[in-house]
């Protein structure tokens, strides 16, 4: 399994662009990256996936170089309500049931 | 459409009892896992099962077992429990099959279980 590393903790400004990056140097050619976001109390939830290049939707954006062996997360004008820890995860993008783990998590704290 | 539940929400066991965690999904989803997170860590993977029928070891499986029942339910049980169990325990479910993003999985809302 890839692992992945993540900074522990970010803090940003509301109205601000955070980036978060997730560096994961043994990705192998089957897998793909994707981000969760859990609040306090809560189960995580999905934000997004991709596999190469630039994948965006109504939440954020995923940056993947070519070599894919880092991502970045990039959430536009952060408000308040952006303060939850975020999850990189690695795996195959397959239909067979695989072992989804979370590595740490990063802890965004979005100040006014 | 309820989407992933978990029961009980809450439970306070002494060392050594029993209890099973029991999850549904209604979603029509393949795969199922669960989770535990101890304050202020990550999530861990416990068991997960691929499809009905089917169930592997994921990170910690010690001191757990599971029942995938059928396709909808996935329980977790904890044959003598020890303080080292008490954590937050997340059930979730995944699509997989003919439907994209596969890794897109769906939380319940947790079992805060303490034992003491």
């Known amino acids: 399994l890839a692992k992945t590393t993540q900074p522990i903790s970010m803090d940003s400004y509301e109205g601000q662009e955070v980036n978060i990056t997730c560096s994961h140097n043994?990705?192998?050619?089957?897998?793909?990256i994707t981000w969760y976001q859990q609040f306090p109390s809560q189960g995580p939830r999905f934000i997004i996936q991709?596999?190469?290049t630039k994948v965006t939707n109504e939440v954020a954006s995923l940056f993947i170089p070519a070599d894919r062996k880092s991502s970045t997360l990039s959430l536009p004008r952060v408000s308040l309500s952006d303060t939850a820890v975020y999850y990189c995860?690695?795996?195959?993008?397959?239909?067979?049931?695989?072992?989804?783990?979370f590595g740490g998590g990063t802890r965004l704290m979005v100040k006014p | 459409n309820a989407g992933v539940t978990q029961t009980p929400k809450f439970q306070v066991l002494k060392t050594g009892q029993s209890m099973t965690l029991q999850c549904a999904q209604d979603?029509?989803?393949?795969?199922m896992y669960w989770y535990r997170q101890d304050p202020g860590m990550g999530l861990r993977l416990i068991y997960y099962?691929?499809?009905?029928?089917?169930?592997d070891k994921g990170e910690v499986p010690n001191g757990y077992n599971v029942s995938r029942l059928n396709k909808r339910e996935f329980s977790l049980r904890l044959e003598s429990a020890a303080p080292s169990q008490t954590s937050v325990y997340f059930c979730?479910?995944?699509?997989?099959?003919?439907?994209?993003?596969?890794?897109?999985?769906?939380f319940g809302p947790g079992t805060r279980l303490t034992v003491l």
């Open positions: 995860l690695v795996a195959a993008n397959n239909n067979a049931g695989n072992m989804l783990t």
């Open positions: 979730a479910s995944r699509a997989g099959q003919g439907k994209v993003p596969y890794n897109e999985q769906f």
């Open positions: 991709g596999y190469k």
């Open positions: 043994n990705i192998a050619t089957n897998d793909y």
């Open positions: 979603m029509n989803h393949n795969s």
């Open positions: 099962s691929a499809s009905e029928g089917t169930t």
